[in-house]
């Protein structure tokens, strides 16, 4: 045993603990401290003061803290724990809250050492070793000021549309008091573990769990042969084998061959890495486009490695591009890049009376995963209950499966409470990535840089699975052209099966890709032309009524483009003025899932006998403040107090929300909620009522549906971003990002979106990636080696909000998580071209820095 004081009071725990950490957290069950990395020490969220210095505790071992005094944020004195909290919930310096306990007791080392002195600059380096991956650094930075003046704002309470009152339930997450599923533990608690492929490409000869099976408090080890069910599972195409068995083949190095279930989590790991597999190695198939011609089939008894096509065309191209003044011919690379949520995917399933059981479960489609597990397990779905909890961020990474399958058929088969919560390594290795597409692009325009024509020809590596990688490039494919009217155009886009990661949804959704690749042959054909970057785009800017990309006809709600453009002009201007290195960038991103998709939400509202108002909505917390928007709504059209309104995710019933993606949350959550509103309001809002709302969208269509002007999508938001490059050091000195909303439904929180997502902008841009190797490998299996940028490193942003109402929209919304960092690559590539003269195609621009 080791003894320490633990928040004031002498503790003793086991000295065979991995770290730190895990006695903390398994052991003494300290929830503050969180599990982002371990034992890497690389995210800062298990930060913890030891003799009053701030450190990480998951790689410190428990021996070197014998005698120590360990101060976690649940020791620190109440009235300071209550000031940083307000501090943080005030300023909007947290959105999924994983980070920020870690944050906190950095934070109070700081002040505790430097008081008033403590200044910006000092406040960024010093959280060098902590990572946020959701508000870009900017709202901490402004806690911390506030916290150092010794000032404490008060909070402000939520108010309706328009209103920007601090976060729901803000000050739970800020104190790590709102539990993820790894904070759960319920009694009698069983912990599982993975054992993944080592080959990406082999054919499984063996699966010994002799070793695994010896090691005392292991209770049972699962393979394939132990599934009742469906082997495979998939969110579009039944394709992803939860186990790869005896006999089967393997296609990507996050296939699971094993599941391990011990009494503890360090056992169930140890036992887990004991699993032994004979393989027979086959060559990997790692080019994407090679792949497409492969004739051996990358994938397990799949046949062939197209995933997918999507095209379209209209006008004539080849007219258009042979009589066009200037012509730009150029291929753009994208990279993949990993999600970096801070909280690895952890599953708890416990069972209850009568054969049900109870899933908690942090994914970004509740009823999604309730169904595949009952696949897999071969049950009704009604017999589970799919609790869903907030997540620590997810960005897209969590819209598949990751150990939800097993973790379920461990606690099916052995009736008892399981939980698994992957490692970041296995979490890197599992989780769909970002897309890295090949565009072969052609675009024209005339003498006065007005575009003529349009040709692009997309290739992405889709990795094994299906995920969502056929809508990625459907999506790619339909944004191919950007904000801009083209009179012709013509697009294919291939999803290619290989063996590398796995890649699926991650905000912007191949919108991205498409578009760096657009803006950059925008300022090269405004080079040829003589004119400015930002001017060939006013000229370009899609208009209500013009024929936009695959044939839709765009509303109203398009003049956002444009007005997002004339927003930057002013900061643009200067910064040409000046003498500074100049990009600008124009995007558009759909809401929703449109193309054709019916897409129906509910919404409950229940008024209860204390006078309290419960708001009942199907959507996954994972940051984006879809709580606080169910909130606001209910407060806006009820006219009620505040404090009386309690949001809480109803899965109870089937209220047909599928993902969380695409902004879906604020767009359709808010119409279900303002209906249920209505509902009650037109009936008196009777007590102990549910009144349930609905808002759907069935009016778009299908790129290939042969539609002649389709309505590919319901609604879109906009955003021109102005990127300044100081010309002596290089560094990126200020980004302006003006977006256009719809309508903000809170402003505050809206605007820490953009920053966040202008940070991963930048990080996509310059220094992010998740290259594999020749064998399918990644090749960087660390948070610190993927290239994030860290708070000391970002630059000021500056966000100017633009409302153009989306017409049919609830309220005019259209969403600000997906369009976020659409245009900042094209921005900063052409300021760095600025700087130096060189067109850059490929990303990441600045990987050596």
Request: glycine share 12%; net charge negative; with cysteine.
């Amino acid at each position: 045993m080791v003894s320490f004081i633990l928040n004031g009071s002498e503790v003793s725990v086991a000295n065979d603990h991995p770290h730190l950490l895990a006695a903390l957290r398994e052991e003494l069950g300290v929830c503050s401290p969180k599990d982002g990395c371990s034992p890497s020490g690389q995210c800062g969220c298990c930060t913890v003061l030891v003799d009053s210095k701030a450190v990480v505790s998951c790689n410190l071992s428990v021996q070197k803290v014998a005698g120590a005094t360990i101060t976690t944020l649940e020791g620190l004195p109440d009235a300071e724990r209550e000031r940083m909290a307000s501090a943080f919930a005030a300023t909007g310096a947290l959105q999924c809250g994983f980070c920020t306990p870690g944050i906190l007791v950095r934070v109070a080392a700081l002040l505790d050492r430097k008081g008033a002195a403590l200044d910006r600059d000092t406040t960024a380096r010093h959280l060098g070793a902590h990572l946020c991956r959701c508000t870009g650094y900017v709202k901490i930075l402004d806690a911390v000021e506030l916290l150092a003046k010794a000032e404490t704002p008060k909070l402000q309470p939520l108010g309706g549309i328009g209103s920007s009152g601090s976060r729901y339930q803000g000050l739970d997450l800020a104190l790590g008091d709102k539990p993820y599923v790894d904070d759960l533990r319920p009694p009698g608690l069983l912990h599982g573990a993975v054992r993944l492929a080592d080959h990406a490409r082999a054919d499984v000869l063996r699966i010994d769990t002799t070793a695994a099976e010896s090691v005392p408090g292991v209770v049972r080890v699962l393979t394939a042969a132990d599934v009742p069910g469906e082997l495979r599972v998939g969110l579009i195409h039944k394709d992803w084998p939860v186990f790869i068995p005896e006999g089967g083949r393997t296609s990507y190095l996050g296939d699971v061959l094993a599941f391990v279930v011990a009494r503890d989590r360090a056992t169930a790991r140890r036992a887990a890495a004991l699993v032994e597999v004979g393989y027979r190695v086959l060559r990997t198939i790692t080019d994407p486009v090679a792949a497409l011609t492969d004739n051996d089939n990358a994938v397990w008894e799949l046949d062939g490695n197209v995933l997918s096509r999507s095209a379209y065309a209209r006008g004539d191209v080849d007219a258009g591009l042979s009589t066009s003044a200037h012509v730009v011919h150029e291929v753009f690379q994208t990279q993949r890049i990993e999600h970096a949520f801070l909280e690895p995917e952890s599953t708890l399933v416990v069972p209850e009376p009568a054969g049900r059981f109870t899933m908690f479960t942090g994914g970004q489609g509740v009823w999604d995963d309730r169904d595949q597990v009952a696949s897999v397990l071969g049950i009704d779905p009604q017999r589970i209950l799919a609790e869903q909890v907030s997540n620590g961020g997810a960005f897209g990474g969590k819209e598949d499966m990751a150990n939800q399958a097993q973790t379920a058929l461990a606690a099916f088969l052995l009736d008892a409470p399981v939980k698994c919560t992957l490692s970041r390594e296995e979490s890197l290795f599992i989780h769909p990535k970002r897309h890295p597409i090949r565009i072969d692009l052609a675009v024209g325009c005339d003498a006065d840089g007005r575009l003529t024509a349009l040709r692009a020809r997309m290739v992405g590596d889709s990795g094994p699975y299906a995920s969502v990688g056929m809508k990625v490039l459907e999506r790619a494919a339909g944004h191919a052209s950007g904000p801009y009217h083209v009179p012709a155009i013509d697009v294919e886009a291939f999803a290619a099966r290989t063996n590398n990661s796995v890649c699926g949804a991650f905000r912007g959704f191949g919108a991205n890709q498409a578009q760096f690749a657009m803006e950059g042959a925008l300022d090269r054909l405004a080079e040829q032309v003589g004119i400015s970057g930002w001017e060939i785009r006013r000229r370009n800017v899609i208009r209500p009524g013009e024929v936009w990309g695959p044939g839709q006809v765009m509303d109203a709600g398009c003049h956002g483009a444009q007005r997002c453009l004339e927003a930057v002009k002013p900061a643009y201007d200067a910064a040409v003025a000046a003498g500074h290195a100049v990009g600008v960038g124009l995007g558009l991103k759909n809401s929703g899932l449109g193309n054709g998709f019916l897409e129906i939400v509910r919404a409950v509202v229940r008024f209860e006998d204390d006078g309290t108002i419960e708001v009942r909505h199907c959507w996954t917390e994972m940051g984006q403040g879809v709580h606080t928007v169910a909130a606001q709504v209910a407060i806006e059209e009820l006219d009620v107090d505040p404090a009386l309104v309690r949001v809480i995710v109803d899965t109870t019933r089937e209220l047909g929300a599928g993902q969380t993606t695409g902004s879906r949350g604020t767009l359709m959550g808010a119409g279900a909620v303002a209906a249920a509103c209505r509902a009650a309001r037109a009936d008196g809002c009777r007590i102990g009522v549910d009144y349930e709302g609905e808002y759907r969208v069935d009016w778009t269509s299908s790129i290939s549906s042969g539609v002649e002007q389709p309505v590919i999508h319901s609604a879109f938001g906009y955003a021109a971003q102005l990127v300044v490059v100081d010309r002596e050091t290089g560094e990126i000195e200020r980004v302006v990002a003006a977006h256009d909303v719809g309508r903000a439904v809170n402003p505050m929180q809206c605007v820490g979106q953009i920053e966040g997502s202008v940070h991963m902008g930048l990080g996509y841009a310059l220094t992010e990636d998740f290259p594999c190797d020749e064998y399918g490998k990644p090749t960087l299996m660390t948070l610190r080696g993927l290239g994030i940028i860290r708070a000391k490193d970002v630059p000021p942003i500056d966000v100017i909000l633009v409302e153009e109402p989306q017409p049919r929209a609830p309220y005019g919304i259209k969403g600000v998580g997906e369009i976020g960092l659409v245009p900042t690559a094209g921005a900063v590539a052409a300021a760095l071209h600025d700087l130096d003269g060189v067109w850059r195609a490929a990303l990441p621009m600045r990987r050596s820095r």
